[in-house]
């Protein structure tokens, strides 16, 4: 989870003011996809991959529609997978808005070594400064566990590709120190900014280690 800035798009807000104004409005009109899938870079806010079933989140749930406020402010409204919806759902209400805050400056992103050989554990880890609500810290443990063996089986999914994008950033990183190519450096800068698929964890493979971040520190973006 990082931080997203939001367009505000004029046509969109308009939309969204007209359809509350509806008796059966939309929040999920197409150009709240396209708006929503560039501010957001084909990812999901929350677990940071790219969105191959991607749902319209509500940031702050709006009760069934009964919060027309919420249900139609595009502040409120998130691009997320359909797995992070289904974990989210309506709870989790105090989680760190990545809109107006950098949620990777508060919490801690890494891939431990499991106890069973071949397997990995992800660590979710708020850092000992921050004063956020541990809501962010326990959807994120969930989102990459899974609470139900359906959801086991998608975190699992998750996990496979998160660690095979890590593996290509070692890769990437290693060329880059016995060539010192200006052309990997710029990719992996590319890497540690918002398009890349879970960036938090990249920016803390950089920030744990003595040896990257004086190097590479200076190329993320918030």
């Not at 402010?73 to 805050?101: F, G, P, R, T």
């Not at 990183?173 to 990997?184: F, K, T």
Request: hydrophobic share 30%; proline share 4%; charged share 30%.
């Amino acid at each position: 989870m990082i931080h997203f800035p939001k367009t505000q798009n004029q046509d969109v807000i308009n939309e969204l003011t007209r359809q509350k104004g509806l008796t059966a409005g939309k929040y999920d009109f197409d150009g709240i996809w396209a708006q929503l899938s560039t501010d957001f870079h084909d990812k999901c806010y929350i677990c940071g991959d790219k969105c191959s079933s991607p749902r319209i989140e509500h940031f702050r749930p709006h009760n069934g529609g009964t919060d027309k406020d919420k249900k139609f402010d595009w502040q409120n409204l998130m691009l997320a997978c359909e797995h992070c919806n289904a974990i989210k759902s309506n709870d989790y209400e105090q989680l760190i808005d990545c809109v107006q805050e950098q949620p990777d400056q508060h919490i801690r992103f890494s891939v431990q070594p499991a106890a069973k050989v071949g397997q990995h554990s992800i660590v979710i880890e708020q850092l000992p400064t921050t004063t956020i609500h541990p809501d962010t810290k326990n959807l994120l443990e969930e989102v990459y566990s899974g609470t139900t063996k359906c959801k086991q089986i998608g975190a699992s999914v998750i996990v496979a590709n998160l660690l095979a994008e890590l593996n290509d950033f070692d890769d990437l990183i290693q060329e880059y120190q016995e060539d010192n190519d200006a052309e990997l450096l710029e990719d992996i800068g590319w890497e540690l900014n918002k398009e890349s698929k879970f960036t938090a964890f990249k920016r803390w493979v950089v920030r744990d280690s003595d040896k990257y971040r004086p190097i590479f520190e200076n190329l993320i973006e918030n």
